[in-house]
């Protein structure tokens, strides 16, 4: 991510925040127009053109997307494109980070870090569901739509709509890998962070809450636990963290013990 970007992004984020009426259908809004501006290069390029004058790219977005979505919508993709993006695609994953941030915003009561980990670790059990929301063949529509059918009664609406927005659009990515990022950006939005825990065998609400306790200590921030049983582990917990991982599991010292016997 270019340095261009990254205050592109704080930029949007700050606007959003500063939002009224962010509710489900601005995010549904900010995705379709993600979708959008992604499949046309023309727009893209239009809009992300740092060379071109502020003004003209705000009127872009105002006859393209102004009469069609709500006001609050309007307003933050004018903050996006008024932005310096180091890429077009920079530009669309803005639109889309500000989709997710909106649903967010807009389901404060909804868990929606937790159901989408639980949706990626259905993904990952089901290879033939990967397969058919991650392959390249098949209507994007119809991924939204398989999505939205395997969600229905299993998760709130936020976390249906980001799941199923996601797949809709991969940009060149796996669908885990949309979820993890989209876990993130929800948790950083609700000024959390979240952990993964394998462990051998499931932990008892005890043992998460204390461990939640001490993560969130450690780190200075509010910390949320995704937990998955990983008979591999054998003993102990791994932890992965942002981009650390914490291994004080028996297989990992096994494998630093045989490490070390080979010399």
Not at 119 to 137: K, M
Not at 186 to 191: F, H, L, S
Not at 250 to 260: F, I, K, T
Request: glycine residues 8%.
């Amino acid at each position: 991510m270019g340095s261009a970007t990254t205050q592109a992004l704080a930029a949007t984020t700050s606007a959003l925040g500063a939002a009224s009426g962010v509710d489900l259908d601005v995010a549904g809004e900010l995705f379709a127009a993600a979708r959008a501006v992604g499949d046309s290069s023309q727009l893209s390029g239009a809009l992300a053109d740092s060379a071109a004058p502020v003004e003209a790219r705000r009127q872009v977005v105002a006859g393209v997307f102004g009469p069609a979505v709500k006001p609050t919508t309007a307003s933050l993709l004018t903050t996006v494109v008024e932005q310096r993006w180091s890429s077009a695609a920079d530009l669309v994953d803005g639109i889309v980070e500000l989709g997710v941030r909106a649903a967010a915003i807009a389901a404060p009561e909804a868990d929606v870090e937790a159901e989408l980990f639980r949706f990626s670790r259905t993904v990952a059990e089901n290879p033939e569901l990967e397969l058919a929301l991650g392959g390249r063949l098949g209507d994007s529509a119809a991924k939204g739509t398989l999505v939205e059918t395997l969600l229905a009664g299993r998760a709130s609406a936020a976390a249906t709509l980001v799941a199923a927005s996601l797949v809709r659009q991969p940009r060149e990515r796996r669908v885990r890998q949309l979820l993890a990022h989209a876990m993130k950006t929800v948790a950083d939005q609700r000024g959390r962070t979240v952990a993964t825990v394998y462990s051998a065998a499931a932990l008892s609400d005890l043992q998460i809450q204390r461990l939640a306790k001490t993560l969130s200590a450690r780190y200075g921030a509010s910390v949320t636990l995704n937990t998955v049983v990983d008979p591999t582990v054998v003993g102990g917990l791994r932890v992965q963290i942002a981009d650390n991982v914490i291994d004080a599991t028996v297989s990992s010292r096994l494998a630093d013990l045989r490490q070390r016997l080979a010399g």
